[in-house]
């Protein structure tokens, strides 16, 4: 089955073909996707990403498909891992008051969303990076939904 087949069979099971009930099937879908998806864990679905967190600034991205994360580290020039204790904005706050305190990064927490762009979340670290570090995230990603992507389901 794929995205036009299931599409077809919840018009025919609720026997309604009405456009604006039509033109919301996509939405009930990634909205059943994303309950699915916040439920359950697929090992398919954890992603490992590096990227950096610059200096002086204590805000690291989160990539567009992030659901929740598994670990964050630090990678030093060695190539040895430092891995960042997961904590509450609080902590971090509280801890590190002065975005002026800066050092390797220990702790991590998920921030957002930032008021400039509601849809966007970030992590924030403390210290505040006295340097640029490569990190890696590894995390539970949202894959891409059937609705876009045009994905058959096998044995149906």
Not at 30 to 35: L, V
Not at 123 to 150: M, N, R
Request: glycine letters at 6%; one cysteine or more.
């Amino acid at each position: 089955m794929n995205y036009a087949a299931l599409s077809q069979a919840i018009q025919d099971y609720c026997e309604n073909t009405e456009a604006s009930f039509v033109s919301n099937i996509p939405l009930f879908v990634r909205q059943a996707e994303q309950r699915i998806y916040n439920t359950v864990q697929f090992p398919s679905s954890r992603k490992n990403v590096t990227g950096t967190c610059a200096a002086n600034s204590p805000y690291v991205t989160c990539p567009d498909d992030f659901l929740a994360p598994y670990s964050m580290a630090v990678i030093n020039g060695s190539g040895e891992y430092s891995y960042l204790i997961n904590k509450d904005v609080n902590f971090i706050r509280e801890s590190f008051p002065s975005p002026a305190t800066t050092g390797i990064p220990e702790f991590y927490a998920l921030f957002g969303p930032r008021p400039s762009d509601p849809a966007e979340l970030a992590f924030i670290v403390g210290p505040t990076p006295d340097q640029s570090y490569q990190i890696e995230l590894h995390y539970l990603a949202y894959p891409e939904s059937i609705v876009t992507a045009g994905i058959t389901w096998l044995g149906a």
